[in-house]
Antibody
């Protein structure tokens, strides 16, 4: 069965960086995009960007450009999201999701369980 | 950015009720719309894509309609498992954006 398993919760100080992993199983990793979405406490969902697991191409949300980097390791079917220069309003649950891009439907059909990142001094 | 506006923010309903949630886009997004259900402490779950196509495994009491700027998610007969928060998402252009959510609570 398809699974996306994310790394554990993180606590970071303002200005630090965090790197969240998302390990995929149950399907061919390089045939879907991986997208990252975050959700601040009690808030809605915010799209952060996607990465093509085949080519490594990326598309980031403009408000995160310069602070976010998405990468993959196809040998371990793992995607990574690194966010730098953390601020308190980066405190959120970070989700990875699988996108069946070749269908033309850019939706998240499977999601990871989420990783809570807390930014606090 | 295309703003997605959901209404109502909170919907109180009883088991067996027919429930409709609306999502309006700030400009035309054709049929590039998805609906998700999220329960507390859990990741969202895809219900509908392409505005009206039911994701595999999703109960048929869920349906979606609309195109352009106005979309609806309908639950034909609300079940206890359906009390949750629902989000729409467009994927017509970048950035993809979500509505602010509609919480369906027990009346």
């Amino acid at each position: 069965q398809v699974q996306l398993v994310q790394s554990g919760a993180e606590v970071k100080k303002p200005g630090a960086s965090v790197k969240v992993s998302c390990k995929a199983s149950g399907y061919t990793f390089n045939t879907y995009y991986i997208t990252w979405v975050r959700q601040a406490p009690g808030q809605g969902l915010e799209w952060m960007g996607w990465i093509s697991t085949n080519s490594g191409d990326t598309n980031y949300a403009q408000n995160l450009q310069g602070r976010v980097t998405m990468t993959t390791d196809t040998s371990t079917s793992t995607a990574y999201m690194e966010l730098r220069s953390l601020k308190s309003d980066d405190t959120a649950v970070y989700y990875c999701g699988r996108v069946p891009f070749w269908t033309g439907y850019y939706v998240l059909d499977y999601w990871g369980q989420g990783t809570l990142v807390t930014v606090s001094s | 950015d295309i703003q997605m506006t959901q209404s109502p923010p909170i919907l109180s309903a009883s088991v067996g009720d027919r429930v409709t949630i609306t999502c309006r886009a700030g400009q035309s997004i054709s049929s590039s719309l998805a609906w998700y259900q999220q329960k507390p402490g859990k990741a969202p779950n895809l219900l509908i894509y392409g505005a009206s196509t039911l994701e595999s495994g999703v109960p048929s009491r869920f349906s979606g309609s609309g195109s352009g700027t106005e979309f609806t998610l309908t639950i034909s007969s609300l079940q206890p498992d359906d009390f949750a928060t629902y989000y729409c998402q467009h994927y017509n252009s970048y950035p993809w954006t979500f509505g602010q959510g509609t919480k369906v609570e027990i009346k």
